[in-house]
C-alpha cells in the first residue's frame, strides 16, 4: 500500500466486506471475545488512548474488526481482513495518530459492540458501514475517490 489510491481502495473493500460478514447467514457471536474486545476499547476510552503507543490502538482496534470477522462462518472475508490489516500495520505504525480522532473511533466501537450483544444485526451492519467510511474520510483527508490526499 504504497499511494494514497491504494489506501483509499483498502478503505472501500473494507467497506464491502466487512458490513457484509454480519449479515451471513453463519453469523455467530463470540460473545467471551467480543466482551473481551469490548473491555480493551473501554479503556482506551477511559483515557489508555492518550497513553498507550499507536501500534497498541491499532492492534486493539484490528483485533475488535477481525473478530467480527471471524464471527462471520466465513473463512474468505476474515483472511481478506486479515491479508489486508498486515498491509495496513506498516502504513498506520508511521503515520501520527491524532488521538482524539481515535477516541472517537473506539466510542463508535463500544456501539458497535452493544448493537452486537443486543442482537442488532441489521443495524449494526449499517453502523459498521458508517464508521468504516467516515474512518477512511478522516484518514485520507476527505478527499474524493480519485483525487490525491496528502
Request: proline letters at 3%; glycine letters at 4%; a positive charge.
Amino acid at each position: 500500500m504504497t499511494s494514497p489510491a491504494a489506501y483509499a481502495q483498502s478503505y472501500r473493500f473494507r467497506v464491502l466486506i466487512e458490513p457484509a460478514g454480519i449479515l451471513e447467514p453463519t453469523f455467530r457471536l463470540d460473545v467471551n471475545r467480543i466482551r473481551v474486545c469490548r473491555e480493551e476499547q473501554q479503556a482506551l476510552v477511559d483515557g489508555a488512548v492518550y497513553e498507550v503507543s499507536p501500534a497498541q490502538i491499532f492492534d486493539a482496534n484490528t483485533r475488535l474488526h477481525e473478530t467480527i470477522a471471524s464471527c462471520s462462518g466465513n473463512a474468505f472475508i476474515l483472511d481478506s481482513l486479515r491479508r489486508l490489516n498486515r498491509i495496513r500495520r506498516l502504513m498506520e505504525y508511521r503515520k501520527a495518530v491524532d488521538r482524539d480522532q481515535a477516541l472517537r473511533r473506539c466510542k463508535e466501537h463500544l456501539t458497535l459492540v452493544d448493537l452486537l450483544l443486543d442482537g442488532q444485526l441489521e443495524q449494526a451492519s449499517d453502523f459498521m458501514r458508517v464508521h468504516l467510511r467516515d474512518a477512511a474520510r478522516e484518514k485520507q483527508g476527505a478527499a474524493r475517490p480519485g483525487e490525491r490526499t496528502r
